[in-house]
């Protein structure tokens, strides 16, 4: 049976934790899970069976989220960019496998700007790369019912901005999703003291920008994903020196939900240095050069 330790430790005067499930036979770097921003480092133990096949796996609260701390006002990316690196130190580690959805994806990269030569390998997915002024207007919208004390009034303005609600669009499990997702923003909102302003720091962090270099990297998205289409996400990937990018069927934003069984695979894929050729990843899986600049969405 696979050891799960748990770790408090301490950033900036902010406590956090990390989970970590430790391969001894490990054939690629440990893999570290960043995601949504109501998440926690129990939110992916659906990874933990096909990760542990291939590398020892860790997931975090970072501050602002799950039982961690509540980041103050004046703290922002440096903070949680400090608690990544010292869970990577607090470990003993000298790179990893770095996997970042949707919030999560935008501090991955970031952190990987920040820090390249501890990322072996960048996976990131469901990218909110770039996004329209409709759908920031109905953040705002879901705000001021939050605000307001109507709860389903800002669940319901939530689905409409994170899920494709449009039938003649084929979306896997679409109803199955869309009853999950409702249940995991009420939860978390009415459970999680500071999950309001962790959403709502989340929508400080779409239109991810700047150059990356020397991370392989691949970008993965749903094809019906409204939060940031596919082909703004292809143009984020194609700032990349060294990238790919994956564009699953029958999905949206919520892609690790609807296509999982293809999802893992891809990660174990691309973490294993395997190819990444299937029928279910369409259209291109192609290496892009990338630019010294990222490219215009």
């Known amino acids: 049976?696979?050891?799960?330790?748990?770790?408090?430790?301490?950033?900036?005067?902010?406590?956090?934790?990390?989970?970590?499930?430790?391969?001894?036979?490990?054939?690629?770097?440990?893999?570290?899970?960043?995601?949504?921003?109501?998440?926690?480092?129990?939110?992916?133990?659906?990874?933990?069976?096909?990760?542990?096949?291939?590398?020892?796996?860790i997931s975090i609260d970072l501050p602002g989220s799950g039982d961690a701390d509540p980041l103050r006002s004046d703290?922002?990316?440096?903070?949680?960019?400090?608690?990544?690196e010292q869970v990577i130190d607090d470990l003993g580690i000298t790179r990893i496998n770095l996997f970042g959805y949707s919030f999560g994806s935008v501090l991955a990269f970031n952190f990987a700007q920040h820090r390249p030569d501890r990322i072996a390998r960048l996976l990131l997915g469901a990218v909110p790369a770039s996004t329209t002024d409709d759908k920031l207007a109905l953040w705002r919208q879901a705000a001021a019912k939050m605000a307001a004390g109507e709860l389903d009034g800002f669940l319901d303005h939530m689905l409409q901005l994170m899920l494709c609600h449009d039938e003649t669009r084929?979306?896997?499990?679409?109803?199955?999703?869309?009853?999950?997702v409702k249940r995991l923003l009420a939860r978390a909102i009415t459970r999680t003291p500071h999950a309001f302003e962790a959403l709502d720091r989340s929508t400080e962090a779409i239109n991810p920008s700047g150059a990356l270099?020397?991370?392989?990297t691949l970008v993965f998205c749903g094809e019906h994903d409204t939060v940031s289409t596919p082909d703004r996400q292809r143009a984020f990937a194609d700032a990349i020196e060294d990238s790919r990018f994956v564009c699953f069927t029958e999905?949206?934003?919520?892609?690790?939900?609807?296509?999982?069984?293809?999802?893992?695979?891809?990660?174990?894929?691309?973490?294993t240095d395997?190819?990444?050729?299937?029928?279910?990843?369409?259209?291109?899986?192609t290496p892009h050069p990338g630019h010294p600049e990222p490219a215009s969405a």
């Not at 270099?213 to 392989?216: L, N, Y």
């Open 75 to 84: 703290q922002g990316w440096e903070v949680m960019h400090d608690a990544l």
């Open 274 to 285: 395997q190819p990444l050729e299937s029928a279910d990843f369409t259209p291109d899986t």
């Open 1 to 57: 049976m696979t050891e799960e330790v748990i770790r408090s430790l301490s950033a900036h005067g902010l406590s956090y934790s990390y989970r970590f499930l430790r391969q001894p036979d490990a054939r690629t770097e440990p893999v570290l899970v960043l995601g949504g921003a109501l998440q926690d480092k129990y939110g992916w133990q659906n990874l933990d069976s096909p990760v542990l096949a291939v590398a020892s796996l």
């Open 251 to 271: 999905s949206d934003h919520w892609v690790a939900l609807e296509r999982a069984q293809e999802m893992t695979d891809l990660l174990l894929r691309f973490f």
């Open 213 to 216: 270099r020397g991370v392989p």
């Open 170 to 180: 084929t979306v896997r499990h679409r109803k199955l999703v869309h009853r999950y």
